[in-house]
C-alpha cells in the first residue's frame, strides 16, 4: 500500500457544511476518511454513503457493543452501504457476531482494544485489572481468534499488537501527531514515521490537518513523511 492508502484523515467537525469544505480543500490527496460519532449525529452515514459512491474509502468509527444480535443486524447493513473499515468494541462475543455477519463482504472490522485517551489511572477508576498494555494485548489475541479484520490500538502498543496479529491484519492507530503539534486530549501518542516503523499499517490524523490554516498543505507534509518511511523500509 502506498501512503495514500494508509492515511485516513478524521472529519471530527460538527457539521456535514464543514466535513464537505474538508474533502474539497484535501482533493485527490486524501482517498480515506474516519466518520465518528460527531459527524453521524449531523447526517454523516449519509454523508459517509455519499463519500464511498464518489470513489473514497470510508471508515465508519462506531465502536459497537451491544448483544449479539444487534451488532450482527448493524454490522450487515453497513456491510451494505459501501464502508471499508468499522469499529467494534473487542469483546469476543460481539466480534464472533460481527465477523459471521460481514462475512462474504469487503468490509474490514476493527476491534478496538483501549481508547488513546485512556491511561492506567482511567482503566482503574473504570474497574479493569489490567493496565492498558496488557489489556491491549489481550484483546488483540481475542481479536485475531474471532476473525476479525483488524485492530485500533496506540502506536505506542503497535509493535506488540502486530507480533501477536501477524503481517496480514490492518492495525490502525488514532493518536498520530506530527512533531510538535498539541497532544489535545490524547494521552499516548506518536508521530507518523515513528507509528509506521512500529507496525502500524494505516494512521488516524484529524486536528493536525483539519484544523490546520492549510490542510491540504498539512496532509501532503505528513504523507511525505510517510512515504520516506515506507521507501526506507522497502
Not at 460481527?98 to 473504570?126: K, P
Request: charge should be negative; charged fraction near 25%; glycine fraction near 8%.
Amino acid at each position: 500500500m502506498s501512503a495514500r492508502d494508509r492515511l485516513i484523515v478524521g472529519l471530527d467537525v460538527p457539521t456535514i457544511a464543514e466535513a464537505e469544505a474538508i474533502v474539497a480543500k484535501l482533493g485527490d490527496s486524501v482517498s480515506f476518511y474516519k466518520i465518528g460519532y460527531q459527524l453521524v449525529f449531523a447526517g454523516g452515514l449519509e454523508f459517509a454513503r455519499d463519500l464511498a459512491q464518489s470513489g473514497k474509502k470510508i471508515f465508519l468509527d462506531m465502536k459497537l457493543l451491544d448483544i449479539d444480535n444487534t451488532v450482527a443486524s448493524g454490522v450487515e447493513n453497513i456491510a451494505k452501504m459501501g464502508m471499508s473499515m468499522l469499529t467494534l468494541h473487542a469483546y469476543p462475543k460481539a466480534m464472533r457476531a460481527a465477523v459471521e455477519a460481514a462475512r462474504g463482504s469487503d468490509l474490514c472490522l476493527l476491534g478496538v482494544t483501549v481508547l488513546t485517551s485512556m491511561d492506567e489511572q482511567d482503566l482503574v477508576d473504570a474497574g479493569y485489572e489490567y493496565d492498558p498494555h496488557t489489556l491491549v494485548l489481550k484483546r488483540a489475541e481475542q481479536a485475531r481468534a474471532a476473525g476479525m479484520g483488524g485492530i485500533v490500538c496506540s502506536a505506542e502498543e503497535s509493535a506488540a499488537v502486530r507480533s501477536i496479529i501477524g503481517p496480514d491484519m490492518a492495525l490502525v492507530t488514532p493518536g498520530i501527531r506530527p512533531a510538535g503539534a498539541d497532544k489535545g486530549d490524547q494521552k499516548r501518542v506518536m508521530t507518523p514515521a515513528d507509528a509506521l516503523k512500529a507496525g502500524s499499517s494505516h494512521l488516524v490524523v484529524g486536528r493536525p490537518i483539519v484544523k490546520a490554516a492549510d490542510p491540504k498543505a498539512a496532509a501532503l507534509a505528513i504523507l511525505a513523511e510517510m512515504d520516506t518511511t515506507l521507501q526506507a523500509a522497502r
